[in-house]
């Protein structure tokens, strides 16, 4: 294989493309914004991640990779657009569906496709195979089809596309060998190779654990709070048994992925997924309690000014996906318990909301309400808190 066709220029397929092309492959990205498309094939990128802007300068520099809106025929396809849910929480499959017919007609024989987008069991079975089989091939074997979810955090993405170890599932045995063959030549960490439809399950298993042990933080928050004791204080002494390991509490849970995946279970076994569904209602409602609590203290106050710190669905990154924050600040906005003063350092205004720099936020807000523990935030003066009516949802204070 020489020539790879990346269908989505995201926090996944950028990255992936751009490693692809580090290592000598002849790479075309697919994105469906032209602004997109015009940024990277000047050399730069559109979002926030450490070294991807020199991987990718080095990239369209030499020749190895440029950016398009439409497909090209190519050894290999690799998807890697957005899965997310729509209102009623069943999964949007609507990305992956578009990608796959649009590639459809630069196939041949012999092409390998890869899904990397997170999604739901049976997806290459049922969505993928039969679009192509559509078109006259026969997938497994005039096709070679596979899933390889992405195991990367954001703020570390080129580090771990390399070091991580990968699993990948093949429609067919075969299929996930052609599958290795491409990812071994950058991926350093163990490749593990099972059927399509286990691949597809891993990556939604290991995010929905992720997201009950969580869940169980934030009910703890809760308890806590009607009892009037100090949560942090309380699990870092539960943490002292050798077999405890409780997560930190949060204002929710966000990001594209542990927001997500579980309802993906939840949808595929609904009479099944019981647990799994819990935390996912017990992490939906934390914003909610925040809010409260926001309100209550306001509501002490004639003209609360709320100086909201943090937009981003974690910290130290600018992406708002499936963030908490944002909906905390959008109910508070919506409730109108006081003059809203946003500050997010990773992101620069915001549609929403009128976005502040961090010393005026502190000088005349009121409330302060920490939702991002941003490495900006960890160095506030404590001194300049003393006055104010603090909320803190991350326990670094």
Not at 155 to 184: F, H, W
Not at 270 to 289: G, M, W, Y
Not at 349 to 368: N, Y
Request: charge should be negative; include cysteine; aromatic fraction near 6%.
């Amino acid at each position: 294989m020489k020539q790879i066709c990346v269908l989505g220029l995201g926090y996944i397929g950028l990255p992936t493309s751009s490693m692809l092309a580090a290592k000598g492959y002849q790479v075309l990205g697919v994105d469906i914004s032209q602004k997109v498309v015009d940024t990277i094939n000047n050399g730069q990128i559109h979002i926030t991640e450490p070294d991807l802007d020199l991987f990718v300068r080095a990239a369209v520099q030499s020749g190895k990779l440029r950016a398009a809106t439409a497909p090209e025929a190519s050894d290999a396809f690799i998807i890697a657009v957005p899965t997310p849910f729509k209102a009623d929480k069943k999964p949007d499959m609507s990305f992956v569906e578009a990608a796959t017919r649009s590639l459809i007609k630069c196939l041949k024989p012999g092409n390998l496709v890869i899904l990397e987008s997170t999604s739901p069991p049976l997806t290459c079975e049922k969505i993928i195979a039969p679009l192509i089989r559509e078109a006259g091939f026969n997938p497994g074997s005039d096709i070679f089809i596979a899933h390889c979810p992405e195991r990367v955090l954001p703020g570390q993405i080129m580090r771990e596309v390399v070091e991580n170890d990968r699993v990948i599932g093949g429609l067919t045995p075969e299929c996930a060998e052609k599958a290795r063959a491409l990812y071994s030549s950058f991926v350093k960490g163990q490749i593990h190779t099972t059927d399509s439809t286990t691949a597809e399950m891993v990556k939604l298993v290991e995010n929905s654990f992720r997201d009950v042990n969580i869940a169980f933080a934030n009910e703890l928050s809760i308890i806590c709070d009607r009892l009037q004791l100090n949560v942090w204080e309380l699990i870092k002494l539960a943490n002292l048994h050798p077999r405890v390991n409780i997560l930190r509490p949060g204002p929710g849970v966000g990001g594209h992925c542990i927001a997500v995946d579980p309802w993906f279970i939840v949808d595929a076994c609904p009479e099944d997924a019981l647990l799994i569904k819990t935390a996912r209602l017990v992490n939906d409602s934390k914003p909610e309690f925040v809010v409260k609590k926001v309100q209550q203290a306001a509501s002490k106050l004639k003209d609360p000014v709320i100086g909201i710190l943090g937009l981003a669905y974690k910290q130290d990154i600018d992406d708002l996906r499936e963030s908490p924050a944002v909906e905390i600040a959008r109910m508070l906005k919506k409730s109108e318990a006081g003059r809203l003063m946003v500050c997010e350092p990773f992101c620069h205004g915001h549609s929403d909301f009128d976005t502040f720099a961090l010393d005026k936020v502190l000088k005349e807000a009121d409330i302060i309400l920490l939702l991002v523990a941003h490495q900006q935030f960890r160095k506030i003066d404590p001194e300049l808190l003393k006055l104010k009516i603090v909320i803190d949802t991350c326990g670094i204070w």
